[in-house]
């Protein structure tokens, strides 16, 4: 067995993961962090369909029992390795209904990392088009902030390939806070599969697990699960927490494509530009699957569709991110049951007619139309706090954190990074300020608000 003793481990390297590894280690904690996935960012097949296939969960087969199909990069880095590189701050009702205040977090954060919408020459001609048609039917079309330097370390070469991983190295990875805590002096294991959780009268006291063929036990004071949406419940469940996975959300979300005289969006950058319809509960942007996603996740709608591939560079996308409602669950082994409910449905009907218009209004043909198939964007809300933490973020048991999207209390229907930046900030300053490791301030009465 492989043993190792630290102030703080972390399971998992993604948002939530690697910021609070970095600001501990910079403060001088001894920090552990354990990522299941590997490093691809030097491998040549980083961002690259085979890439994708390799390093996705279930080689991107991952289905939820009712169809959705959920990406889940298993990675240093986590989500951010395969994702939109969007930035939103966090919604106002982490104050107003449970006392969190995120904004100064995340404005330092988006500070820091530069986010900003790309400069309009980089935005695409037809994402803008997209975004004019929907400004034209009284839409409020904004530039996308995005966690992207064009630039920063090579020519800017983007388009929706982007999502299978950045290889021009415009976009931030929260693989690089790993590097920034390594370097600080915090350990790295990855390959490391984190089984359970050890307790002992109440109080957690590291982790077990396995690390290829070897047996592997963490001993540590505090113990911080940044393990995703999926993984975070499956890990919970098997420690003896069985609320973990009961209701989950989603932001379900699906393409409308049309077919368009003046050329398609699949060169231009993902979600360059977008527009949020609060009252219906949507996030309209402009994206496409990648070329060679597109034929396989057409193919799920039925077996005519794959053959709309060849207009895939005359196609316009309309990405519609429903705010959906909590149902489903995640079980122990890690399986998902998520659908709709009948008010999701009905919302994302009124949204698809909204995005039918836009292409419409941009000149794509109306019997061309067409939508995707349904995929899970953002598994989240599986931990919530109200339910399974309070809002300091730890759970019954005394020294046990969660600090990834399952902390949500709903669906959040906006990117989700910085919000879990946000989080995990205001998580490393709390246990930064308590007196010695595991021994936290007070957990707040769940359901109710406290201070910041």
């Known amino acids: 067995m492989e043993r190792h003793r630290t102030d703080v481990v972390v399971v998992g390297s993604g948002p939530g993961g690697a910021t609070l590894a970095r600001q501990l280690a910079r403060a001088g904690r001894r920090v552990l962090l354990l990522e299941r996935g590997r490093d691809w960012r030097r491998s040549p097949l980083y961002g690259t369909y085979p890439g994708a296939l390799l390093y996705a969960d279930k080689h991107a087969l991952l289905f939820t029992r009712e169809g959705l199909n959920i990406v889940r990069p298993l990675m240093l880095g986590g989500a951010t390795s395969m994702y939109c590189g969007c930035s939103a701050p966090p919604a106002s009702w982490w104050r107003e209904r449970w006392g969190i205040d995120?904004?100064?977090?995340?404005?330092?954060?988006?500070?820091?990392?530069?986010?900003?919408?790309?400069?309009?020459?980089?935005?695409?001609?037809?994402?803008?088009?997209?975004?004019?048609?929907?400004?034209?039917?009284?839409?409020?079309?904004q530039p996308q902030d995005k966690f992207m330097s064009p630039g920063r370390t090579g020519p800017f070469d983007c388009g929706a390939r982007c999502m299978l991983g950045c290889r021009c190295g415009a976009k931030w990875n929260a693989a690089e806070y790993v590097d920034d805590a390594v370097a600080a002096g915090a350990g790295l294991l990855t390959g490391a599969r984190v089984e359970r959780v050890l307790v002992q009268d109440g109080v957690a006291r590291g982790v077990r697990g396995r690390i290829g063929r070897r047996e592997l036990e963490v001993e540590a004071g505090t113990v911080v699960v940044a393990a995703g949406g999926i993984g975070t419940p499956v890990l919970l469940r098997n420690s003896g927490l069985a609320a973990a996975g009961q209701g989950m959300a989603m932001d379900t979300t699906a393409m409308v494509y049309g077919l368009s005289p003046e050329g398609g969006i699949g060169q231009d950058p993902p979600m360059t530009w977008s527009a949020p319809d609060d009252d219906l509960g949507v996030l309209y942007s402009t994206l496409i699957d990648p070329w060679l996603m597109y034929?396989?996740?057409?193919?799920?709608?039925?077996?005519?569709?794959?053959?709309?591939?060849?207009?895939?560079?005359?196609?316009?996308?309309?990405?519609?991110?429903?705010?959906?409602?909590?149902?489903?669950?995640v079980d122990e082994r890690g399986g998902v049951s998520k659908g709709l409910t009948a008010a999701d449905r009905e919302r994302l009907r009124a949204a698809e007619e909204v995005a039918g218009r836009i292409l419409r209004q941009a000149g794509c043909r109306p019997d061309s139309i067409l939508t995707t198939p349904l995929r899970g964007t953002h598994p989240s809300a599986t931990v919530r706090i109200g339910d399974m933490l309070g809002t300091d973020l730890q759970t019954e048991v005394r020294?046990?954190?969660?600090?990834?999207?399952?902390?949500?209390?709903?669906?959040?229907?906006?990117?989700?990074?910085?919000?879990?930046?946000?989080?995990?900030?205001?998580?490393?300053?709390?246990?930064?300020?308590?007196?010695?490791?595991?021994?936290?301030?007070?957990?707040?009465?769940?359901?109710?608000?406290?201070?910041?």
């Not at 954060?109 to 929907?134: C, K, M």
């Not at 316009?316 to 149902?327: A, F, N, P």
């Not at 490791?437 to 109710?448: E, H, K």
């Open 295 to 329: 034929p396989i996740v057409m193919a799920v709608k039925g077996p005519a569709y794959p053959f709309t591939w060849p207009r895939w560079g005359r196609t316009l996308g309309v990405m519609i991110k429903l705010t959906d409602e909590l149902s489903g669950e």
């Open 399 to 452: 020294g046990l954190y969660v600090c990834d999207a399952s902390v949500f209390p709903r669906a959040l229907g906006r990117p989700t990074v910085l919000t879990i930046i946000a989080l995990a900030r205001r998580l490393a300053q709390q246990l930064l300020a308590a007196a010695t490791p595991g021994q936290d301030t007070a957990t707040p009465v769940l359901g109710a608000p406290a201070r910041a």
């Open 102 to 141: 995120l904004e100064g977090h995340a404005r330092e954060a988006a500070a820091e990392l530069g986010v900003a919408p790309l400069p309009p020459e980089l935005r695409g001609e037809a994402s803008t088009r997209l975004a004019q048609a929907g400004t034209a039917l009284g839409m409020d079309w």
